[in-house]
């Protein structure tokens, strides 16, 4: 390894960029490291004493609750939840709760790590960071092309860092390939509402769970996944069918009203079959069809062949089913579809996800108080990495292909166009592929823990020994994506930096610093800029000073988008307005007068929960909807018999969060799920195997073998197992299916075996 890097050294290009290293050589003081601000240390409440208290909101889930943190000299103490916020209503969920602790974690990286030549991760300074940093992944370019990098992001960053990320590597770093665990996530959902409404835009605002009168809950356990939503559900004065839609008897199915448990992955069929039914007795909108949607004859067509024989052979519902489905559907005056990971995460998710869109155009179930089409987001910043990061879209929601799109985003940066690729980069999966062909051979993660949570992840792990030069830039120095990385960048958290995240129902919220980071990490913020000038781009983002002077471009760039933010004049603006929902245009006639007198911006503009699509008028050029639909096709991986059990896999508890970086570093969230790995099965099941509850068990698949702790129980169905996501021995079973048009991974359906084992 040594010898590679003197010869390196060498290189006329390394030279070129080491003289420009050490110009910056002294310049990474504690500045850097610790930068007051309005929103920083010590004028974190601009109005209040250091001794006071802050909101801001929650860093893990996309509910967006926000946290009242109680400050001693200016930094976190404690917190409780806002009892202001038009999200969570005085209301945290165990995660929220347990918020700060997490930063306290003696796992954290507090100081640049590099691999040496003997393998190990050694602390070095953030200058021989950068170094390494610049010159191996410049030295790749040179050796293999620009094609030769990769990076994938986060949802869990604030959106200031992930336009700064995807345009620091796209537009300075010419690095053309970038991808975010949003693909994991909430590309489904993207895509869906993209084709179906010609904008990435989930319709809804929180107060629609108070005001259905039916709530249809497909592939969502709410109640465990996103639990202060549930409690606005528990809000619902209207007495509502709750429909859930599940596989599993879940918490929210038990507490349903009615509970449809179809076989995994017929739920395309499911909702063809009821988009038949409410046709068949006429329980549509005609009005609303003509007027708002394009493409409902042919659709109406097509469901003509998902008949009730049909949807019973392929759910395992009975008839009548069915039609009271159907029926409570027609009977709601007010009805809301909503949908997340089990919808997500499918072999045909994009169309699954339209089909529940389908459903709600065609009884005009959108635009009105308690209605609409709405995908849950999963991660705290999924919306901003959707809307900013630049990885499938161009900031802002605009279109790399585009030339107009192109130049418009060119003018606002300052860039010469030629920076902007004229072609979209590679997807998650794609970039996995391009390493296991020595394609890519340098990879940057940024704050998200891929070797556990990447589907099929023996594979994946197998793959990126190849790469050449692995760079992870995480809050922990311990993930087990850390652990495999050449180069460890260390990150500032939650509650230790200053930015903007945009929650599910499309709410900017304020994330503000209230801790300081330990050691030398520095905010993603501070990392992108010091790469900046280290790679030699730091020119080109000059006017990227602050989290808010990016929020400032952000606004221009959403300028005429969906999206558009334009009428938030600042920080605060957020902070008073108790979170603003996009899009938010500054509509003022006389703009410049309501400007002078924020208050009066405030006072006229801001109300708190709004919805789209109540004009009926959508995004695409004819401004309707539409019906978009296809045939259904096989799971990719079906039992048989060396593998006769259907493995499903989703959240487990809700004090756990994901890959349980953070939540695993909490004494009172860990005493709250079990700490190793379990299996849910059904009791036929077990006693046709002889198995009894807490019993280790071997579970394989065509990609590997695991073993669990078998717990009984009949919330899955016989020929079924459900081991939570959390536990990484998940993902060494699941089956590495995309959906086509989103290319998230299907984590929700595979073919498994079990055996009894003697391990105790
Ligand atoms: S529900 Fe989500 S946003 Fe709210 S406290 Fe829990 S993790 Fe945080």
């Known amino acids: 390894m040594k010898k590679a890097i003197a010869k390196l050294l060498q290189h006329p290009l390394v030279k070129k960029a080491d003289s420009f290293v050490r110009k910056w050589d002294g310049e990474l003081t504690q500045d850097l490291v610790l930068q007051p601000g309005r929103f920083g240390l010590g004028?974190?409440?601009?109005?209040?004493?250091?001794?006071?208290?802050?909101?801001?909101?929650?860093?893990?889930?996309?509910?967006?609750?926000?946290?009242?943190?109680?400050?001693?000299?200016?930094?976190?103490?404690?917190?409780?939840?806002?009892?202001?916020?038009?999200?969570?209503?005085?209301?945290?969920?165990?995660?929220?709760?347990?918020?700060?602790?997490?930063?306290?974690?003696?796992?954290?990286?507090?100081?640049?790590?590099?691999?040496?030549?003997?393998?190990?991760?050694?602390?070095?300074?953030?200058?021989?960071?950068?170094?390494?940093?610049?010159?191996?992944?410049?030295?790749?370019?040179?050796?293999?092309?620009?094609?030769?990098?990769?990076?994938?992001?986060?949802?869990?960053?604030?959106?200031?860092?992930?336009?700064?990320?995807?345009?620091?590597?796209?537009?300075?770093?010419?690095?053309?390939?970038?991808?975010?665990?949003?693909?994991?996530?909430?590309?489904?959902?993207?895509?869906?509402?993209?084709?179906?409404?010609?904008?990435?835009?989930?319709?809804?605002?929180?107060?629609?769970?108070?005001?259905?009168?039916?709530?249809?809950?497909?592939?969502?356990?709410?109640?465990?996944?996103?639990?202060?939503?549930?409690?606005?559900?528990?809000?619902?004065?209207?007495?509502?069918?709750?429909?859930?839609?599940?596989?599993?008897?879940?918490?929210?199915?038990?507490?349903?009203?009615?509970?449809?448990?179809?076989?995994?992955?017929?739920?395309?069929?499911?909702?063809?079959?009821?988009?038949?039914?409410?046709?068949?007795?006429?329980?549509?909108?005609?009005?609303?069809?003509?007027?708002?949607?394009?493409?409902?004859?042919?659709?109406?067509?097509?469901?003509?062949?998902?008949?009730?024989?049909?949807?019973?052979?392929?759910?395992?519902?009975?008839?009548?089913?069915?039609?009271?489905?159907?029926?409570?559907?027609?009977?709601?005056?007010?009805?809301?579809?909503?949908?997340?990971?089990?919808?997500?995460?499918?072999?045909?998710?994009?169309?699954?996800?339209?089909?529940?869109?389908?459903?709600?155009?065609?009884?005009?179930?959108?635009?009105?108080?308690?209605?609409?089409?709405?995908?849950?987001?999963?991660?705290?910043?999924?919306?901003?990495?959707?809307?900013?990061?630049?990885?499938?879209?161009?900031?802002?929601g605009h279109d790399f292909l585009n030339a107009e799109d192109r130049a418009k985003i060119a003018r606002i940066l300052g860039i010469d166009v030629n920076r902007i690729p004229n072609q979209n980069g590679l997807a998650y999966d794609q970039i996995v592929e391009a390493i296991a062909n020595d394609k890519i051979k340098g990879l940057w993660?940024?704050?998200?823990?891929?070797?556990?949570?990447?589907?099929?992840?023996?594979?994946?792990?197998?793959?990126?020994?190849?790469?050449?030069?692995?760079?992870?830039?995480?809050?922990?120095?311990?993930?087990?994506?850390?652990?495999?990385?050449?180069?460890?960048?260390?990150?500032?958290?939650?509650g230790e930096k200053v930015g903007t995240f945009i929650n599910s129902e499309r709410r900017i919220g304020l994330v503000k610093k209230v801790a300081r980071a330990p050691g030398l990490a520095l905010s993603d913020f501070n990392i992108f800029k010091l790469v900046a000038h280290y790679w030699g781009c730091g020119k080109i983002f000059e006017k990227w000073s602050s989290p808010e002077s990016v929020f400032q471009i952000l606004k221009e760039l959403s300028r005429g988008q969906p999206c558009e933010i334009t009428g938030i004049r600042d920080y605060q603006m957020i902070d008073e307005a108790g979170g603003i929902q996009w899009p938010f245009l500054d509509t003022s006639s006389g703009a410049s007068a309501q400007k002078d007198d924020p208050a009066q911006v405030l006072a006229v503009s801001v109300e708190p929960e709004r919805r789209l699509f109540e004009d009926g008028l959508f995004y695409h050029p004819d401004k309707k909807a539409k019906f978009l639909f296809e045939s259904p096709r096989d799971v990719p991986e079906p039992t048989d018999k060396k593998y006769p059990f259907v493995l499903l896999t989703g959240r487990g508890a809700s004090s756990q969060w994901h890959t349980q970086t953070r939540t695993g570093k909490s004494a009172v969230l860990k005493k709250l799920y079990p700490e190793h790995p379990y299996v849910q099965m059904n009791p036929l099941d077990a006693e046709f195997l002889g198995i009894e509850t807490n019993q280790k068990v071997l579970i394989a698949s065509r990609r590997g073998q695991v073993t669990a702790t078998v717990f009984i129980t009949n919330t899955v169905q016989a020929g079924q197992l459900f081991i939570p996501m959390h536990y990484s021995v998940a993902n060494e079973l699941t089956f590495p299916g995309f959906d086509p048009y989103s290319r998230q991974p299907a984590y929700k359906a595979c073919a498994v075996s079990v055996q009894k084992t003697n391990i105790p």
Not at 481 to 488: G, K, N, Y
């Open 43 to 396: 004028k974190v409440p601009a109005r209040l004493d250091p001794d006071d208290a802050t909101n801001m909101v929650c860093g893990f889930c996309a509910t967006g609750c926000s946290l009242t943190i109680h400050l001693k000299d200016g930094q976190a103490i404690n917190l409780s939840p806002a009892t202001n916020y038009p999200v969570n209503l005085g209301m945290a969920c165990p995660k929220g709760w347990e918020a700060l602790t997490p930063l306290r974690s003696p796992d954290r990286a507090t100081t640049p790590y590099l691999r040496t030549a003997g393998g190990h991760l050694e602390p070095v300074d953030w200058h021989t960071a950068l170094q390494n940093f610049t010159l191996r992944f410049k030295a790749i370019q040179e050796k293999y092309g620009n094609e030769a990098i990769a990076w994938l992001g986060t949802g869990q960053i604030c959106t200031e860092e992930l336009a700064f990320l995807g345009a620091l590597a796209k537009f300075g770093m010419s690095i053309p390939h970038g991808d975010g665990n949003t693909r994991q996530c909430m590309a489904t959902a993207a895509m869906a509402y993209k084709q179906s409404f010609g904008f990435d835009a989930p319709p809804y605002t929180y107060k629609d769970f108070e005001e259905s009168d039916v709530l249809v809950f497909v592939g969502s356990n709410l109640c465990i996944a996103h639990p202060i939503m549930w409690q606005r559900v528990c809000q619902n004065k209207h007495r509502p069918e709750v429909i859930v839609v599940d596989p599993r008897k879940t918490e929210t199915a038990m507490a349903a009203t009615q509970h449809y448990a179809i076989r995994p992955k017929s739920d395309l069929i499911l909702l063809y079959g009821l988009a038949n039914r409410l046709i068949a007795n006429g329980w549509i909108d005609r009005d609303y069809i003509d007027r708002h949607t394009s493409g409902f004859e042919a659709f109406a067509d097509f469901v003509a062949q998902f008949t009730a024989n049909v949807v019973i052979d392929a759910t395992g519902l009975r008839p009548e089913q069915l039609e009271k489905f159907a029926k409570t559907i027609h009977c709601g005056s007010r009805v809301s579809f909503w949908w997340t990971m089990g919808v997500n995460q499918g072999h045909e998710a994009t169309r699954t996800a339209q089909a529940i869109i389908n459903l709600a155009l065609m009884t005009g179930n959108i635009g009105r108080p308690g209605t609409g089409a709405n995908s849950i987001t999963g991660q705290c910043n999924a919306m901003g990495s959707r809307l900013f990061s630049n990885t499938t879209n161009l900031l802002g």
């Open 445 to 494: 993660v940024v704050a998200t823990n891929s070797s556990h949570s990447w589907i099929n992840q023996t594979k994946f792990n197998e793959i990126v020994k190849k790469l050449d030069f692995l760079v992870v830039q995480d809050m922990y120095f311990n993930t087990e994506t850390a652990q495999r990385a050449h180069l460890i960048l260390p990150a500032a958290g939650w």
